[in-house]
Nanobody, 125 residues
């Protein structure tokens, strides 16, 4: 599956932003999906993940309560709604697909098989 993330930008702290990830192909529903981010000088870190049907979601503690992951399998889209953005949310955000079909989405980047190109989110304080 090919993934393309979009929706990033330069925003002020406290505002909301929605990231999108378009998946090419007819097998989107076979993949658990995740969002990861990487800030300058830091390792890529888990943000959120969702199972194939959307029934189970997982969030990093740093974003829980502020970010919401969702997917629309009818149009092969993955979303990350981000609210109350903070300076420390600044990073390149990546969407990723995991073909393992687990009932709980993985939080480790190594478990993901396909990656999008990333979209930059910059939050000014």
């Amino acid at each position: 599956v090919q993934l393309q993330a979009s929706g990033g930008g330069l925003v002020q702290a406290g505002v909301s932003l929605r990231l999108s990830c378009a998946a090419a192909g007819r097998t989107f529903t076979l993949y658990n999906m995740g969002w990861f981010r990487q800030a300058p000088g830091k390792e890529r870190e888990f943000v959120a993940a969702i199972t194939r049907g959307g029934g189970t979601k997982s969030y990093a503690d740093a974003v829980k309560g502020r970010f919401t992951i969702s997917r629309n399998n009818g149009i092969n889209m993955l979303y990350l709604q981000m609210t109350s953005l903070k300076f420390e949310d600044t990073a390149v955000y990546y969407c990723a697909a995991d073909r393992s079909r687990t009932t709980r989405p993985h939080r480790d980047a190594h478990d993901y098989d396909f990656w999008g190109q990333g979209t930059q989110v910059t939050v000014s304080s």
